[in-house]
């Protein structure tokens, strides 16, 4: 596995890639000051997108089908775990865009290799939050399995 997006797994068969760009904002304030250089404030994380991009062959692989999936998910408005294949939790993210190029058309007008931009934008609050309610959802679900089971809280 290379990455996951929700239940979608980008894989050799599904949609491998070839480039992922990540690029994190900071949010700064400045005040300006009356004979000094302006004062800059802090004030926390911005916006934090990731473009995933590649070209596949559709004879190897379900290209096709794979981007109409993602963008499917894209049209159900939800937020989605971004996990890396070595585990690393990305975030939630929002599929923003889906873009794709076609190439090389067979004679019934599929193309035979597809090249994709996949742009997504992060909207959690950060991986701690993500943590917690983790967390918070283990202990409800372990309180609602001893309930079922009359063994009550431990």
């Known amino acids: 596995m290379m990455m996951a997006l ?7 068969k599904t949609l491998p890639f070839q480039g992922v760009s990540h690029s994190t904002n900071y949010t700064w304030s400045s ?9 800059y404030q802090y004030l926390g994380p911005g916006a934090e997108t990731l473009e995933i991009t590649g070209k596949v062959s559709t004879g190897m692989t379900h ?14 408005g939800k937020q989605w775990p971004l996990i890396g294949g070595n585990g690393m939790i990305y975030g939630m ?10 190439s090389d058309f067979a004679s019934d007008g599929t193309p035979r290799f597809i ?3 996949l742009s997504l934008t992060r909207v959690d609050e950060s991986l701690l939050s993500i943590a917690e309610q983790a967390r918070t959802k283990a202990f409800e679900l372990y309180d609602s399995a001893l309930n079922m089971l009359g063994v009550g809280n431990v």
Do not use: P, Q, W, Y
């Open 6 to 12: 929700g239940a979608f797994v980008f894989i050799g």
């Open 31 to 39: 005040n300006e000051r009356v004979g000094k250089r302006a004062a």
């Open 63 to 76: 290209g096709a089908v794979s981007l109409a999936t993602l963008r499917l998910m894209a049209e159900l």
């Open 93 to 102: 993210f929002v599929i923003n865009s889906v873009k794709e190029n076609g």
């Open 115 to 117: 090249s994709f931009t």
